[in-house]
């Protein structure tokens, strides 16, 4: 399968830098200029998950994404590995990558890693993001089996269990599945040397809410509509951020699932460009 032709074009504009990780090192790549948003991406993935939402965020702010340890291109965290184990190794590249003041914004387990990453940042975070993630001390819904692709199978049957567990896991519609979010998927996937294994079950994110409330971070939470790990608890999310925050901005993305920031970039990007300002005005207003 060949890369996305957007994947290539990033890739190829991208500054790309490493920093310690392990017994090797974790990879990051940046676009734009201005304030930083760092961008973490989820279980199983890489960069790549915010394909879609790159280049708009690069016209408005300098963009930082990562490999998270143990996916992509990053090598392995030291073992045995926590959320916070893995923040460690983010905050010390971020003491070169972006020493000034950073929103933080993280999709599903990179919203989880990113609460703690925040809290070890403070009060150089000026905000804290979290797009579908877990860890909240909530019940996750729950939801059929994955399929798992082996070696004995063709690339058509590969790309159609990578179809079929999108669809019950990332997206609200399975018709916006195309050959970009297959092609992704097939490759994050293969890449992917780490697993989240019960943190999402967790309430590791939950504490670092009430770390960051209590620092006067700003906080927002943005959810697809029908995201599938949260179900028909969604309103369960939203009550948590503004009970830890009151008048914290919760959004939800209609129509969309899990990976909301690729389903629907263009409803997500324009939350992210038009409330990161304002949310660096709330926190730096006394």
């Known amino acids: 399968m060949t ?10 504009a991208a500054r790309r830098h490493e920093t310690p990780c392990g017994d090797g090192s ?16 989820g279980s199983f993935g890489s960069w790549t998950h ?11 702010f300098r963009v930082l994404a990562c490999d998270l340890p143990g996916m992509g291109e990053s ?17 010390e590249g971020l003491e070169r990558l972006a020493p000034e003041p950073f929103h933080l914004v993280g999709f599903s387990f990179g ?20 797009i579908g993630s877990n860890a909240l001390g909530l019940p ?11 070696r004995r199978m063709s690339q058509a049957e590969i790309l159609d269990v990578h179809r079929h567990n999108l669809g019950l896991q990332m997206f609200g519609d399975p018709q916006r599945i195309d050959a970009t979010a297959l092609a992704l998927q ?12 019960r943190i999402p079950a967790g309430d590791s994110l939950a504490k670092r809410l009430g770390e960051m409330a209590a620092a006067g971070l700003p906080l927002q939470g943005i959810w697809g509509e029908r995201d599938a790990t949260a179900g ?6 939203r009550d948590l951020f503004q009970a830890v925050q009151p008048g914290c901005p919760f959004h939800t993305v209609a129509g969309a699932g899990h990976w909301a920031a690729f389903e629907a970039p263009d409803e997500v990007n324009r939350i992210l460009i038009g409330s990161l300002p304002a949310m660096e005005v709330a926190a730096c207003t006394p």
Request: charged share 20%.
């Open 3 to 12: 890369m996305p032709e957007l994947q290539g074009r990033l890739d190829r």
């Open 26 to 41: 974790m990879v990051w790549r940046e676009w734009g200029a201005g304030r930083t948003v760092l961008l973490l991406h």
């Open 50 to 60: 915010w394909l879609r939402n790159i280049e708009p965020l690069a016209a408005h």
């Open 75 to 91: 090598d392995l965290p030291p073992m045995p590995f926590d959320a916070g184990s893995l923040a460690d190794i983010l905050a």
């Open 111 to 130: 919203g989880i890693v990113g609460g703690h990453v925040a809290v070890r940042t403070l009060p150089r975070v000026l905000s804290y993001t979290a």
């Open 140 to 150: 996750l819904a729950s939801k059929a089996p994955l399929r798992k692709p082996n």
């Open 186 to 197: 097939n490759a994050n996937t293969r890449r992917a040397r780490i697993r989240s294994g």
């Open 232 to 237: 028909d608890l969604l309103h369960t999310r």
